[in-house]
């Protein structure tokens, strides 16, 4: 899809000019850093910026090949070929946004494989022929190197095909100007929203598998920002998405009490 109306993005390091470098180069860019961090709105935005066509594929257990290059389908009593959003990127010149890419099957790493690299072609092994992308594509993919840990890894193979940058949560001031833009809520309150967070993202010792991401603290604000009373909006908004564990549950609410 195109983005007819500027997507708000908070630029946090240098990724704009990379992203435009690598666009420029016509490299592949793999966007590495916790969930909630930007990486999905990071995107939108390059492509409002550049002017493109955008399509996403949100990579799960189930993406395979197919999924992206494209399939046969039965109309009536024929058949007819379907370009999957890959095929459709390459030949359009759009860009492909692999989300969360090392969920996918391994043979979509097979099919991207001579995308990735000088040949910028794609073979469509059911149809037996060879697409050359179109000049102006390019892949994106994004990767959460914390939460793959004990699920799956990215092949040094597959990694070593792109440029890789690395996201993280921002300062607390520009996390702060993101809550704000976000959800219209006042500074006071998104500060506060912030610091908590801060304090629970340094808190290892609890254990979590993911810590209160930017995208939790823009749920939140917005819950209070319609009314809602602050502590049990921290509570369900950024709370309890963690944890199931009561007793982490409780010694956080009482974390955000004394902080609100
Ligand atoms: N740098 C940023 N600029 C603007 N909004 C941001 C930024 N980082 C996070 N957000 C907010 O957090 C939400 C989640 O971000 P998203 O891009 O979906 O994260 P990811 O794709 O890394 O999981 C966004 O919808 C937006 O509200
Ligand atoms: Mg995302």
Redesign the pocket.
């Known amino acids: 899809m195109k983005y007819n109306k500027e997507p ?5 390091g240098q990724e704009i000019d990379i992203f435009e470098r690598c666009y420029a180069n016509r490299l592949p860019l793999l966007l590495k ?10 995107v939108e935005y390059m492509a409002y910026r550049l002017n493109k066509d955008l399509i996403t594929i949100t990579c799960h257990d189930e993406t395979s090949s197919t999924d992206l290059i494209g399939r046969y389908i039965l109309k009536g009593n024929e058949t007819s070929w379907i370009d999957g959003p890959l095929t459709m990127a390459a030949r359009s010149g759009a860009i492909i946004y692999l ?1 969360e890419m090392a969920e996918a099957r391994p043979d979509i790493l097979v099919a991207i494989h001579s995308l990735t690299d000088f040949r910028r072609n794609i073979f469509i092994d059911k149809l037996g022929i060879e697409i050359q992308a179109h000049e102006d594509f390019m892949m994106v993919a ?1 990767f959460n190197p914390g939460y793959q840990k004990s699920m799956k890894e990215l092949k040094p193979s597959t990694r070593q095909r792109f440029v890789a940058l690395s ?1 993280q949560y ?1 300062s607390a001031d520009l996390e702060t100007k ?1 809550i704000q ?2 959800t219209g809520i006042q500074s006071p309150m998104a500060m506060k929203l912030v610091n908590i967070s801060n304090k629970i993202r340094n808190l290892h010792e609890l254990g979590l598998m993911e810590t209160v ?3 939790l603290i ?1 749920d939140a604000a917005k819950l209070i920002h319609s009314g809602m009373n602050p502590s049990l909006a921290a509570k369900v908004a950024m709370l309890e998405p963690l944890t199931d564990e009561l007793e982490t549950i409780q010694t956080l609410e009482d974390l955000v009490n004394l902080a609100l």
């Open positions: 708000f993005y908070q630029s946090i850093g916790p969930t909630g961090t930007g990486k999905s709105r990071f989300d994004s996201f921002p993101i833009t976000e991401s930017t995208r823009v």
